[in-house]
């Protein structure tokens, strides 16, 4: 059996999970505490990778990264990179896919902490920037937790995104889940199982590592 | 206007559950002084403290402590709450649940700033020993003190107080009024408290407000306002019990058991087959002629 995919899914859904946290905090904090009209918008936006089919989304990136229209050219012209069939390609496609999964339990951990906790640290000299980083956000790290495995997880069962931006190049493109597809056509069921197994016992594991420390994070908060 | 003082002016729209009201509040403070500001729920007074505080921006006003200003919407002048030299004790305290006791209070320290007064404040609040527990490791009325020993880390000009006696018993809410007296004698801030306590208004303020519906309907101190007064239902009543008594020269001395502390009461001669002990009464303080109602 192959391991490279099962790596390639690994490597891949790590990448996208920290920049997504990095790109997320910002917005969340937007979301759940900005003053702008067209929120509405934003979050219509932000949130449609939950309802359209991955083979939507797919499409239209495919169209946007290829070569032939304005982006994927502009792209290819600035960065000299090609998004189409390529694993950059493939993690900027898994950040727009599963931006929802980082930025809604965030944007949620953050309105669920009472506003006088902001107050307060306004009201003792600090600013906004300060006061995100030193208040907000280590007390609302269940949430941000179970962001980063949620989009970390469901990045690790993209399929159909990849299949139509990625395909399967081994190596590059070719994830775990794409494998599986693979090896069922083929009619491996054996190499299949296993390739099924391993992202089941693996995903397993953590999330069950994770809700375990959400737990303990929670009742430290509780017992008082 | 001198300038040791803190004006304020404010209109704004209050959004209620009955709909909108009114807004208008305008009043001045001597330096030092502390006012009470009292009334029912919902006539806008956590709303006009977070004005003061900057938190929340009022449609009209001016807000001006000594010879600094705060707010002046006609000139669209504001300063952050961050630049505003005040304190602020919220209703729920708002600890910051990842820091320790200790970290609470220096998180409260301007960069750079001497690590002392964060000492003084826990030895002073009787904290010291707790100062590595978390907020959900001490008790309310600890955390109280936190937040009260957190707001003055800064040595606010103002301190504000959002119904700090509210929620805990009697015992330590008269704790807490020994602790904000004694730190007001020490750095001589200027305060207002939110409270609905009469009691309370009279052992801490020189000035009391009584906000009702968006406006301040009263403004004075508490024994002009409270006993001054010629409405009969605004009289004060003091309910208490007889502990004990002594008979000196010229009066009966009473201990008695008011608000849930024990005082002394004088009482004139002749009222002493009246005053047995366990008697209950209510003192009734109105058309500034205090009244002994005996009811057992």
């Known amino acids: ?224 | 206007m001198s300038d040791s003082q803190l004006n304020i002016a404010i209109r704004h729209t209050l959004h209620t559950a009955q709909g909108t009201l009114p807004m208008e509040v305008s009043f001045s403070l001597e330096k030092a002084a502390i006012m009470a500001l009292t009334g029912p729920s919902g006539a806008g007074k956590t709303t006009l403290l977070k004005q003061i505080a900057g938190l929340l921006m009022p449609e009209e006003g001016k807000i001006a402590i000594g010879n600094a200003l705060w707010l002046d919407t006609q000139n669209q002048y504001k300063s952050p709450p961050q630049q505003r030299n005040i304190g602020f004790v919220f209703q729920d305290y708002a600890l910051f649940p990842n820091m320790s006791v200790a970290e609470n209070l220096t998180f409260a320290l301007p960069k750079g700033g001497d690590k002392t007064i964060v000492e003084e404040l826990l030895e002073a609040t009787r904290l010291e020993n707790l100062a590595d527990r978390k907020p959900s490791q001490i008790s309310g009325g600890q955390q109280q003190r936190v937040a009260l020993a957190r707001a003055l880390v800064r040595k606010p000009e103002l301190l504000l107080l959002d119904e700090p006696f509210s929620a805990v018993d009697p015992e330590m809410r008269y704790q807490l009024q020994e602790f904000i007296l004694k730190f007001h004698k020490l750095y001589q801030f200027t305060a207002i408290i939110v409270t609905h306590e009469t009691s309370e208004i009279f052992r801490l303020a020189d000035q009391v407000g009584i906000m009702e519906n968006g406006k301040l309907t009263q403004f004075g101190p508490p024994a002009q306002v409270y006993l001054n007064n010629s409405q009969p239902e605004k009289d004060l009543y003091i309910h208490g019990e007889i502990i004990n008594y002594t008979k000196t020269a010229d009066c009966i001395l009473a201990n008695a058991w008011i608000d849930n502390k024990i005082r002394l009461i004088e009482l004139p001669f002749g009222m002493e087959e009246k005053a047995l002990t366990g008697k209950k009464f209510t003192l009734c303080l109105s058309l500034q002629s205090p009244e002994i109602l005996w009811l057992s």
């Open chain 1, 1 to 224: 059996m192959d391991y490279q995919p099962i790596w390639l899914t690994f490597r891949l859904a790590t990448i996208t999970s920290a920049i997504l946290l990095v790109l997320a905090l910002p917005v969340a904090y937007w979301l759940a505490f900005g003053k702008f009209k067209g929120r509405g918008v934003v979050e219509a936006v932000i949130g449609l990778p939950l309802v359209l089919p991955p083979s939507v989304i797919g499409f239209y990136l495919l169209l946007a990264f290829s070569p032939s229209y304005w982006f994927g050219a502009w792209i290819e012209k600035v960065l000299g990179l090609r998004l189409v069939f390529s694993f950059p390609g493939l993690v900027i496609a898994s950040i727009l896919y599963s931006l929802p999964f980082m930025v809604y339990p965030i944007r949620a951990g953050l309105q669920s902490l009472p506003a006088s906790l902001r107050e307060a640290s306004y009201t003792l000299g600090k600013t906004e920037m300060q006061t995100f980083f030193k208040v907000l956000l280590p007390n609302c790290k269940p949430a941000i937790l179970t962001a980063f495995v949620l989009t970390f997880a469901h990045t690790v069962g993209e399929f159909g995104v990849v299949l139509m931006i990625g395909g399967n190049i081994p190596g590059v493109t070719k994830v775990a889940s794409v494998a599986i597809y693979n090896e069922v056509e083929a009619l491996n069921y054996g190499v299949a199982n296993q390739y099924a197994l391993i992202l089941f016992a693996i995903t397993f594991v953590i999330l069950l590592l994770v809700y375990s420390i959400n737990n303990r994070l929670l009742r430290v908060r509780q017992s008082a």
